[in-house]
Structure formats: C-alpha cells, structure tokens
C-alpha cells in the first residue's frame, strides 16, 4: 500500500476532518482514507449531494389541464369573484378587435360539471 501526505492544510479543514471522524467512530487517517476511497471509486463525496441541494430546481414550463380542473374543483369561487371575472372579461372582450381573437372567453368554472 502507498504512503499519501498531504501538506499545508489548514487548521479548519483538519478540525472539520477530526469532527467527521468523531462522528463516524473512527480515526481521523481512517475517515480520510474512506472520503479518498469512494472518491477514487466515483462514489458521491458528498460534495454531489450538496452541489445537489444547491441547484435551482427545473421547473415545470406547463400544466396539465387535469391539474387546472382539480384546482378549480377544490377552490369554488365566490360571487365577489364571478363578478370580478365577468367584467374582466367585458373589458378584454371590448378592447379586443382582432379576428384572430373571435372566439369568446370561456370560464373553466362555468364548464364544469355542477354534480
């Protein structure tokens, strides 16, 4: 087996070292020798998981339509918000010209089954 020395590692890496060490139930050589080893074996070194847990998660560019209509089942609106909605759309539909938007505004909450 060879001999590795690593020089000019400072005081809190080693106090780092020592504390890992102590939590394993092993000698400082010992852990040093098990971070070396899975590291040499491309094991995680635990530098990927906290890279891992640091990186934005991807996010989701649409919906479902399946979860748009479980949402609007579970949250029933109010008649506050159907009058809201209704003069929204009054306002979108009256500053709306163009053909391209001829089709009318549909509210998922009207569509709905009422069962």
Do not use: Y
Request: hydrophobic residues 35%.
């Amino acid at each position: 087996m060879a001999t590795v020395t690593i020089r000019n590692l400072s005081d809190d890496v080693v106090d780092a070292l020592k504390e890992r060490a102590r939590q394993n139930s092993r000698s400082m050589e010992a852990e040093v020798r098990d971070v070396l080893t899975r590291l040499a074996k491309n094991s995680a070194s635990g530098l990927e998981a906290d890279l891992a847990q640091r990186m934005a998660r991807p996010r989701r560019w649409s919906v479902p339509s399946s979860e748009i209509m479980a949402r609007v089942e579970a949250n029933p609106s109010t008649p506050e918000q159907d009058r809201m909605r209704r003069e929204w759309a009054a306002e979108l539909e009256a500053d709306r010209p163009n053909p391209f938007f001829l089709e009318p505004l549909r509210d998922p909450w009207e569509s709905r089954d009422s069962s």
